[in-house]
């Protein structure tokens, strides 16, 4: 009988005690930009759609310098929502896991992320679509600049199956 309430005590210490190595923090850091895209699938077989983008990214710290950050990135991208025009309305969401390869120690890094993304129209303007797709980027720090501190301007390509879901967009990524 000692020995198994011995047992349970050690059990519920080990259980209860605070881990050794505390779980590396995520870095968040919210994005706005512009996003033009094109090939939605409409039945006339263009469209595109063009405007506001913005996002939230979670990344892991870096172990080491100069290897690559790990994370994960959502984002919608709000076609014909501000202006009204030549583009087509409806709006593109993404969620991404990605990796940033710093390029040295300017701060200079290049990205690559694969995930899936859907576009949905506002007021029938093309189909609906959900498709794997992946990002391509290049990013820079913008320097001690006051309120951009620790901001980064980001130029990416997103790419998706048959030209669907495929356009570029520029950010600046702004770490919280």
Known sequence: MRTAAAVLALATLVALAPPAVAAPPL?????????????LGTPEGGGRLEGLALGVDATLPQ???????????????LGGATRSGGDTDGNLYRLLAF?????????????FGIGIGHAEPRAGGFRATTAVVTRYSVGMPLGPLGALAGARAELGYHSGPDGRLTGWEIDIRFRL
């Open 63 to 77: 172990p080491i310098p100069l290897t690559p950050r790990l994370g994960v990135s959502a984002s919608v991208a």
């Open 99 to 111: 990796a940033e390869q710093p390029l040295g120690p300017s701060g200079l890094y290049a990205g």
């Open 27 to 39: 870095a968040l850091s919210l994005r706005a930009g512009y996003y033009r895209g094109s090939g």
